[in-house]
């Protein structure tokens, strides 16, 4: 004897949000209605399970309008109060942080999709769950690549998500697109935000919709031009007399606010090697992809070795950008403010103490 | 007469792709009505088309108007193979052809296709100009207004009911037919559609006859049913009350002006009736609008006094008497008027004096008999002659001919809450009628005026006069038990009261009700032709006693004395029979109260049987008291005397006049009363009595915060709050098993449906404390060892206490807000639309006496730009800008997949379905809580098949059948919007009937629904523009729900 069939069809779609979730982090009906029951809701099974695989049935139908969430409203097939399609679509396209860090920077391809199973058993999230996440963000970034205009703007507008997801999946396209490297062990210390912060900088500030906001791509490339006129900043290391003004501009300022003033002396040039080099070599795709590495390596590591404090970072940041612009022979303002204000922010949000 | 009717095809949405090379499809659109036929042009490489097609135009006899129906079909144009169909739309142009029904039809309509569901919507315009004045369509039966519910329509009041209309046309079954063999299933799902179509078409358009005929002008209750019957045919048929009805005005000074409506000629009597069973429905006090309601009333005061000067002069009635006279008319007017003009011989003349109606305008409703019902077996034979059904009219007569003796012999004239039904099996077909013997006010009609008025203001304010025996005390038609009315005490009522209508408004009762559900599974051997039949009627007579008695039991076990809404089905399949009734149990607090249920063992020398036993016994008596405790039946004290009885014995208790008939007519009546046992007592004599017992016991009780009924009214809750949740939940279950027994089934049969229960109530936890009602079960047996069990009903929230609102307010509502948040559809959308429609005052009364005006169409468009639709509510909340506003604005429209500016502009005088979707409430009840319906714009009844031959691919059975009843939901829901409707209500699935084939990886399946499409305002509204008509629009709905 066995249910042969059953269904339960509302007038308006009744989802339960517990059980949306349980769908979306990728479990099946059964784990479901252990889950359920463990949670409490009801103890008889047969009443949960037949609730779970009707709802399960529904999500699934509403899945192929969530792939293109505005259909959502206009569609004829599920009545759908408004708070709850934006519910609906807002957790469809929430994702694991812990995710996210793996893929992020890598090239949305079908070679990495074939690799999500390691990245499950990594994170901890499940497989299902995996792709569903991986298949959002190769949707955003394609209807975004295609389309003029502010990239979180663009991906507001054609997923109706809401403004900090927007960001985030900016973010995401942006490290996909430019393939920034964020596997290197050195880097495993930093999370999804911090990144997505940098990448918010990036597209700020760095790229062509940053000056001009009707150009394709605008948001998603780093603007050529700006790469090309870092170039220019060499002069602060390579001219020596620069050089050396620059670090006794930036001591003085600094003397007597801080502890590690010695250790800011002595590392004054190997610092602003390492900044300005970063910058020169930007207009290379290849060291682009480094960028967070870089910084990481030529400026965040020596400071913690000698242990600064996130104040002592701010401070010395703020004073070398601002003290260039007293040098008497370097030219180079406009672009070193645009530099200098994304690595500082930057370098600011990734210095863990 | 000839009529002209235009469609327009605007444009396409969402449709699929259907050139794999380009992603894209060349669309065209074939418009189709009788044998012409229109194409707009192809619209190339788009899944959005916008053809915005000229008007076509169809010169058309009004007779095709009523019988088909507007046949659009979405082609993808191929040039060099055939156009591959991507889909059809069939439009019912019914509800266009009636001055007070809908005016145009406009909106997106999904594009359907058997095979493949929804694909798409397409936008069309349609509308019918007719070259006549209304009063001359008697050839064909345009104007005549069908309505699906079974009380008198909230806009509408009575003038006159007229009767029983009936009407069935029979045709081959295209499934059936040698073409089928060689056709693709697309076609013949197709042709199948389409035929049920103009059958309906033109069942409605003879029924509609009929009613002229009668002299009236509308169909309430009007209830079709289809009888699959296979290779002998396809039987369409359908039952009706005929009515005069007349809309009634809220506004007193504009009280239906005589020449508002064709119908006021055809008035050859007085007025009678109220607005109906409206007054206790709707929750809350009595507002102000429907104390004018009530003072439009009064007028037909003088209209009485007309007719009783003389009653040969009713024909003769002017009907200016409708419009004038003060308002200081008492309730009593119309009511006398009603008793005069329904005397029991106009009753007896009718061929069947039956009412398809379950609830009256108060005072139409006398005395109550008890149930009455017949059945017959018969087998089915090819129809030769599809002009001329007479075998199956001759069945059917047949059977309203036993009901009608049953209610003669119940001392009753009339019968009410009447409805047929069927249960076929390979070419076994049991048909069924019941209904309740009623005396209608006629009675009044035969005392003296005065008497009549004495008697009647006494009475009705007890509400007991219903429960009052109609038949001789001295000669009962069968062994009953008689006191004295617990409420009059003046007149005898019987100790219990089945019946299967709704409660009426006036009725006194005492605590809550409760659905109360009997079931019942019995063996049957396999057997064919004669053989079965005459085993099925053997059966028949055992099924309906036992559900009989377990009615009976669970009735008791709840404390309650009377069961309304009582519907009883009997399904038939190859080895076994199914038995399911449901019923509203109610304790009136006119009948006595009910005793308990004793339980004695046949070997009382046994001490553990004993003890056993007693165990039992003290089980039963803890339910009983539990339970009313629930359902808070404390019922006054009262000395029960029981008054001479002349039967013997006393102890009996049967209303259920019952009998069935083989095709030989052999008509048996069985007493179904329990022979000389006390029905009380129940008798362990063996271990099936000690099984039902226990299954008796076993009902699990409701959660708490829930209750359910099966009818539109649930006894003793009233405040409902507006979240409203419609659902239909089908389930099949396999019987593996193959060698059950009689008890077993009954087990299976019985968890299936309170497993089903369990389920409803977890779904619907959120909505607590709520009540499902017009919870009704349909079972049936699609194939051998399946049972299937749907259900459509309806989850209304209510306020816990009335009383207390005041206190309990701010805690009640912040519970309910939580509830609301999953329902609630906070849009202004139906706030605007509506108080734009009664926002002057004019506009109501222009409706009526122009009935092709479309009233409040400026209003709407003022509205337009305000219009805010469900994705750009989304897109505003998703709006944190960036870079400046305006630029962000720009990019919106771009980025906007939908011309939306375009559509709207089109729609401009219906705005507020947009460019997005409308939110269309459905409900199985006459009635949308809170809320006030001023428009009825036509019924809905389609007819649906579906087909898959990738069962497996679209998530199995449960998915494929999930997908399609969305989709047919959606489907009702996209043609009343485009009626310009808000709601669906008496809804119905009429049938489901799924069949599946696994091994071959296919299903199919059939659906057919109806209900009413109507406008409807909130109340709160109603209220608000009335007093402030400008400041209307502002308001915000704040309590809606689907």
């Known amino acids: 004897m066995s249910v042969e069939l059953d269904v339960f069809v509302g007038n308006t779609t009744i989802m339960d949000k517990e059980v949306y979730q349980l769908w979306l982090n990728g479990y099946t009906v059964n784990d479901a209605v252990t889950l359920r029951i463990e949670g409490g809701v009801m103890e008889e099974c047969e009443v949960l399970l037949s609730d779970t695989m009707d709802q399960y049935r529904t999500f699934q139908m509403c899945e192929r309008l969530l792939h293109h969430p505005a259909k959502l409203a206009n569609q004829l097939l599920f009545q759908i109060p408004p708070d709850r399609q934006a519910m609906l679509i807002e957790r469809y396209y929430a994702f694991d942080d812990l995710f996210v860090r793996e893929v992020l920077g890598k090239k949305l391809s079908k070679g990495t999709k074939k690799d999500l199973d390691d990245v499950s058993s990594k994170t901890g999230v499940m497989l299902k769950s995996c792709r569903r996440q991986f298949d959002n963000f190769k949707r955003v970034f394609k209807v975004v690549e295609e389309l003029k205009g502010p990239l979180v703007e663009n991906i507001r507008q054609h997923f109706l998500l809401p403004d900090q997801l927007a960001r985030d999946y900016a973010a995401i396209v942006f490290f996909a697109n430019n393939r920034f490297e964020t596997g290197k062990k050195k880097l495993l210390y930093l999370t999804f935000q911090d990144f997505a912060f940098c990448a918010g900088q990036l597209i700020n500030n760095w790229t062509l919709g940053a000056v001009d906001n009707m150009m394709e791509d605008m948001d998603v490339d780093l603007d050529k031009e700006f790469l090309q006129d870092l170039k220019d900043l060499k002069i602060l290391i390579t001219d020596k007399d620069l050089l050396d003004q620059h670090k006794s501009l930036v001591c003085t300022a600094l003397r007597g606010k801080t502890n590690v003033l010695n250790e800011m002396e002595a590392n004054f040039k190997n610092l602003s090697r390492g900044l300005v080099n970063i910058a020169a070599k930007l207009i290379n795709a290849k060291d682009v992809r480094d960028f967070f590495i870089d910084l990481v390596e030529k400026f965040i590591e020596p400071c913690r070795s000698d242990k600064w404090t996130s104040v002592d970072v701010n401070l010395y940041l703020t004073h070398y950008t601002n003290s260039a612009h007293i040098l008497d022979t370097f030219k180079h303002h406009s672009v070193w403010t645009r530099y200098m204000g994304v690595i500082k922010s930057c370098i600011l949000k990734m210095y863990h103490e | ?1042």
Not at chain 2, 47 to 61: H, I
Not at chain 2, 426 to 449: H, K, N, W, Y
Not at chain 2, 602 to 610: G, L, Q, R, V, W
């Open chain 2, 1 to 1042: 007469m000839p009529g002209k009717l235009k469609a327009k095809i605007v444009a396409g949405r969402h449709l699929p792709v259907m050139d794999r090379a380009s992603d894209l499809t060349d669309a065209f659109v074939e418009v189709k009505f009788g044998n012409v036929t229109f194409k707009t042009d192809v619209y190339p490489k788009s899944l959005n088309p916008q053809w915005n097609s000229e008007w076509f135009k169809f010169e058309v006899d009004d007779e095709d108007l009523q019988d088909e129906p507007l046949q659009i079909t979405v082609l993808d144009h191929d040039t060099y193979s055939a156009n591959d169909a991507i889909g059809k739309v069939y439009i019912d142009i019914d509800p266009l052809l009636c001055s007070e029904a809908a005016t145009v039809i406009s909106g997106w309509l999904p594009i359907y296709d058997t095979i493949h569901g929804i694909r798409g919507e397409i936008n069309v315009l349609v509308k019918v100009d007719l070259f006549n004045d209304l009063n001359r369509f008697r050839q064909s039966s345009c104007g005549v207004k069908f309505f699906c519910t079974t009380s008198i329509p909230r806009c509408y009041r009575a003038v006159m009911i007229h009767g029983f209309v009936e009407e069935l046309v029979v045709n081959e079954d295209p499934e059936y037919q040698w073409i089928d063999r060689i056709r693709t299933p697309r076609a013949s799902n197709e042709a199948r559609q389409r035929l049920i179509f103009l059958m309906s078409g033109e069942l409605q358009r003879k029924i509609g006859l009929k009613v002229l005929e009668m002299g009236g002008n509308a169909v309430v209750g009007y209830l079709q049913c289809f009888d699959l019957e296979g290779e002998s045919g396809l039987v369409v048929r359908a039952i009706g009350t005929a009515c005069t009805l007349e809309k009634i005005s809220t506004l007193p000074a504009t009280a239906t002006l005589p020449s508002n409506s064709s119908p006021s000629k055809d008035i050859k009597e007085p007025v009678f009736g109220e607005e109906g069973p409206g007054v206790p429905l709707s929750s809350g006090p009595p507002t102000p609008l429907r104390a004018q309601t009530f003072s439009s009333f009064s007028p037909s005061k003088s209209y009485s006094r007309q007719s009783s000067s003389s009653d040969t002069e009713l024909s003769l009635t002017p009907k200016t008497g409708m419009g004038s006279g003060g308002s200081a008319g008492k309730e009593a007017g119309p009511l006398k008027a009603l008793l005069r003009q329904q005397t029991q011989s106009a009753l007896e003349q009718r061929e069947y004096p039956f009412f398809t109606l379950t609830s009256f305008p108060p005072g139409f409703l006398l005395h109550l008999g008890g149930v009455v019902s017949a059945r017959s077996v018969k087998l089915l034979d090819r129809i030769h002659n599809p002009d001329e059904p007479e075998t199956r009219d001759a069945w059917w007569e047949e059977i309203r001919q036993e009901i009608k003796s049953h209610t003669k012999a119940l001392g009753c004239h009339a019968v009410v809450g009447y409805s047929e039904s069927t249960s076929i099996c390979e070419e076994v077909c049991i048909l069924s009628a019941s209904g309740t013997a009623a005396i209608l006010s006629s009675r009044f009609m035969q005392d003296g005026p005065l008497e009549t008025d004495h008697r009647f203001e006494e009475m009705v304010p007890p509400g007991c006069e219903f429960c009052h025996i109609p038949y001789d005390e001295l000669n009962i038609p069968f062994p009953a038990q008689l006191t004295y009315c617990c409420c009059c005490r003046r007149y005898k009522v019987p100790d219990v009261l089945f019946t299967t209508i709704d409660l009426p408004t006036e009725a006194n009762i005492t605590g809550k009700g409760c659905l109360i559900q009997a079931r019942l599974c019995r063996t049957k051997k396999k057997a064919q032709g004669e053989g079965n039949a005459m085993a099925i009627s053997n059966l028949l007579p055992f099924l309906e006693y036992e559900l009989h008695t377990q009615l009976m039991n669970k009735l008791k076990l709840r404390g309650m004395n009377a069961l309304f809404g009582l519907r009883i089905q009997i399904s038939v399949g190859e080895t076994m029979l199914l038995g399911l009734a449901s019923a509203t149990g109610v304790y009136l607090t006119a009948l006595p109260s009910p005793g308990g249920i004793q339980v004695s063992g046949k070997t009382p020398s046994d001490i553990t049987y004993e003890q056993h036993i007693s165990n039992m016994q003290k089980k039963i008596n803890d339910t009983i008291a539990k339970n009313k405790e629930v359902y808070e039946i404390n019922p006054p004290e009262v000395v029960e005397e029981i008054i001479g009885s002349p039967i013997p014995e006393p102890r009996q208790r049967s209303r259920l006049f019952r009998s069935h008939s083989e095709s030989s007519d052999e008509v048996s009546e069985i007493d179904l009363s329990h022979g000389k046992k006390d029905a009380f007592v129940l008798e362990i004599d063996d271990t099936d009595a000690v099984e039902d017992i226990h299954a008796l016991l076993t009902d699990s009780p409701t959660p708490a915060g829930f209750y359910s009924c099966n009818t539109e009214i649930m006894p003793g809750i009233q405040n409902w709050t507006s979240a409203i949740q419609m659902f239909t939940s089908v389930r099949v279950f396999r019987l593996n098993n193959v060698n059950l027994t009689n008890q077993g089934l009954n087990k299976v049969f019985s968890d299936l449906c309170e497993n089903l229960l369990k389920s409803l109530y977890f779904k619907l936890r959120s909505l607590v404390p709520c009540c499902l009602c017009h919870l009704n079960f349909t079972v049936a047996i699609p194939e051998d060892e399946l049972i299937q069990v749907a259900v459509t009903a309806v989850a209304m929230s209510f306020d816990k206490e009335l009383t207390l609102e005041n206190g309990k307010q701010s805690g009640d509502k912040s519970l309910k807000k939580e509830n609301d948040e999953q329902l609630q559809f906070n849009l202004e959308l139906n706030a605007e639309m509506s108080s734009s429609n009664l926002s002057s005052p004019k506009g109501l009364t222009e409706v009526g006496s122009h009935p092709s005006a479309k009233a409040p169409s400026v209003d709407y468009s003022s509205f337009a730009d305000r219009c805010s639709s469900w994705i750009e509510q989304l897109r505003l909340k998703a709006h944190t800008i960036r870079r400046g506003s305006v630029k962000t604005t720009s990019s919106l429209e771009k980025a906007s997949p939908l011309p939306e500016g375009r559509s709207r502009s089109l729609r401009s005088n219906r705005s507020y379905s947009g460019s997005s979707v409308a939110v269309v409430r459905m409900t199985p009840l006459s009635f949308i809580p809170g809320a006030k319906i001023i428009k009825y714009l036509g019924i809905i009844n389609m007819f649906f098949i579906r087909e898959t031959t990738s069962l497996k691919e679209e998530g199995g059975v449960s998915g494929f059948l999930h997908t399609f009843i969305a989709e047919v939901f959606a489907m009702v829901r996209a043609h009343v919007a485009a009626l310009g409707g808000n709601a669906v209500v008496s809804y119905s699935m009429k049938e489901c009937v799924f069949m599946e084939n696994p091994n071959k990886n296919q299903a199919q399946c059939l659906i057919n629904v109806s209900g009413d499409a109507v406008i409807f305002v909130r109340e709160s509204e109603v209220e608000a523009a009335s007093v402030h008509p400008q400041s209307a629009a502002t308001q915000t709905s704040n309590g809606e729900g689907t």
